[in-house]
């Protein structure tokens, strides 16, 4: 089995991306790690152990970084709703928090893997960063990073950035140049994962609670505004979790990406080199292309896993 670390700031899609990944055979979370970005540090980690409980699954949760490196905290109640879980009710969690914190966990769980760690990185990169940056030997532990964030050409939060990296750019730049083996499932192809009204009845249909709460969710997602594509709910971070889970679901480019981190305009955009007109090496192999057919067989396969 792959050992894993879900980085998360839960966050409806984190949801759903958490809930496939906690029921693929071939890997082994070893632990969620919080971080603030859709919402607040505090509600993030709850969220993040309301999600372990719901999936009846044994994976510890280590609260992560409060703000970013060195921005303030910028939060996206609008897309998530006040509680980051959208429409959905989770009971309070009985479990507690792993007694180290995300960084620290991840360091852990690095060195326990002997290099073969891959981190799905779901929220602003914070953790990650300040983990290479107190650890610089942990690039060489860990095999690969798959993450939502970025995009070629498109931005959420302003016209330019996608929101995670949007969230705190300084620990994205931090976490491209580490030469760390990266997977981008950015905006582009994020926006065309979509699951349809129709598509989510397959997923209302199955019994279990896990099932029921992401067809919900999905929902959910479907009904809020969405200036960008109204032919069904966008899929962000669960195409990532597909990614790491069947890496065919996404076709990549190896590009040279950089973050914007000066202009106020721009900030928080990834800048990526697709015509190499820059020296510097490819760091990121970026989603150029998504399988939507072959994601609703990933997200009905690992949803329908779930015992009723
Ligand atoms: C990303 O930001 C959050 O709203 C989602 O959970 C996803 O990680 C999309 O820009
Ligand atoms: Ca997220």
């Known amino acids: ?64 970084a409060k703000k970013p490196i060195v921005r303030e905290l ?4 609008v897309v998530h709703g006040k509680t980051g879980l959208g429409n959905v009710r989770l009971p309070e969690p009985k479990m507690d928090f792993y007694e180290k914190d995300a ?21 602003p990169m914070t953790n990650l960063a300040i983990g290479l ?11 690969s990073i798959v993450f939502m964030g970025g995009a070629m050409n498109l931005g959420n939060v302003t016209a330019a950035a996608e929101f995670n990296i949007y969230a705190d750019p300084e620990a994205a730049k931090i976490v491209f140049d580490s030469g760390i083996h990266m997977v981008m ?27 029921k709460v992401v067809a919900k969710l999905i929902d959910y997602t479907i009904d809020r505004e969405n200036p960008f594509n109204r032919r069904g709910g966008v899929m962000h971070d669960p195409l990532a979790a597909a990614a790491l889970i069947d890496s065919s679901v996404l076709e990549t480019e190896h590009y040279y990406v950089d973050v914007e981190l000066r202009s106020a305009l721009t900030r928080g955009k990834t800048v990526v080199d697709v015509f190499r007109v820059t020296d510097n090496e ?18 009905e396969g690992m949803i329908s896993q779930y015992e009723v």
């Open 1 to 64: 089995k792959i050992p894993v670390i879900i980085d998360t700031d839960p966050g409806t899609d984190d949801l759903t991306a958490i809930l496939m990944c906690l029921a693929c055979e071939e890997l082994d979370v070893r632990a969620l790690t919080a971080v603030g970005g859709n919402v607040g540090i505090e509600k993030a980690s709850v969220n993040a152990l309301k999600i372990v409980e719901l999936s009846g699954k044994d994976v510890k949760v280590a609260v992560g």
């Open 74 to 77: 910028v939060t996206a109640e």
């Open 103 to 123: 960084v620290e966990t991840i360091y852990e769980e690095a060195m326990l893997a002997g290099g073969r760690l891959k981190i799905l990185a779901l929220g």
């Open 133 to 143: 940056l107190k650890y610089p030997e942990l690039k060489e532990k860990i095999d």
């Open 185 to 211: 499932a950015g905006l582009d192809v994020t926006h065309e994962t979509i699951v349809t009204r129709e598509e989510n009845r397959r997923l209302h249909a199955l019994n279990s609670e896990p099932a």
């Open 282 to 299: 490819p760091n990121i192999h970026v989603g150029v292309k998504s399988d939507n057919e072959k994601f609703l067989a990933i997200l």
